[in-house]
């Protein structure tokens, strides 16, 4: 017998999400350290990493920002407490200059489907998540896999646009 597979969502933006029988639990961050050299990887590295976590990660999600076109900005504040100075990182969105906190990419689907639909032009999809494994497909292209749904697409997504580098 088969099991049943239930349809979560119909996102707007041409994703649909699949789940098999309810067990689809949201991600959460661990109190992971900032990991400062992922910034500055290469997209195929960047892959891999994405293809190698377990989870969602901050410093994977800094990883794609910059990738994607969002600058970093690092100020150092005054605390109010101290009266020392504390270092603040910003990230000023690629279309213009307004400061963000980084998109959520590798654990909110909703971010990870922004990503998606901002990387490939007229970007069709779907995920799925069976016994542990997400599957992700955009358009006609190939399926991808990851440990997460969010996940799954932000490699989907950042393949596509390995394969136009070429």
């Known amino acids: 017998m088969r099991p049943s597979v239930e349809v979560a969502s119909k ?7 699949a789940v098999e029988n309810g067990s689809l ?3 959460t ?7 400062e050299g992922l910034i500055f990887m290469k997209l195929d590295e ?16 800094a990883a794609i920002g910059k990738i994607v076109g969002y600058k970093r900005k690092v100020e150092y504040r005054r ?3 101290t009266g020392e100075p504390v270092r603040k990182v910003f990230w000023v969105v690629p279309s213009g200059e307004d400061y963000v906190r980084m ?8 971010a990870a489907i922004d990503l998606a639909t901002t990387i490939v032009v007229g970007c069709r999809g779907g995920v ?3 016994d542990g494994t997400a599957t992700a497909r955009i358009n006609n292209g190939p399926y991808f896999f990851g440990a997460t749904p969010a996940l799954a697409i932000c490699i989907a997504a950042l393949s596509t646009r ?4 070429d």
């Open 79 to 81: 605390s109010s407490q």
């Open 46 to 61: 960047l892959l891999k990493e994405l293809e190698n976590a377990t989870g969602p990660s901050r410093a994977l999600d």
């Open 11 to 17: 996102h707007s933006r041409g994703f649909g999400i």
């Open 128 to 130: 799925s998540y069976v």
């Open 29 to 35: 961050y661990g109190h992971l350290p900032p990991a």
């Open 25 to 27: 639990k949201a991600g």
């Open 103 to 110: 998109p959520a990419f590798t654990g909110l689907l909703d």
């Open 162 to 165: 390995l394969d136009s580098d």
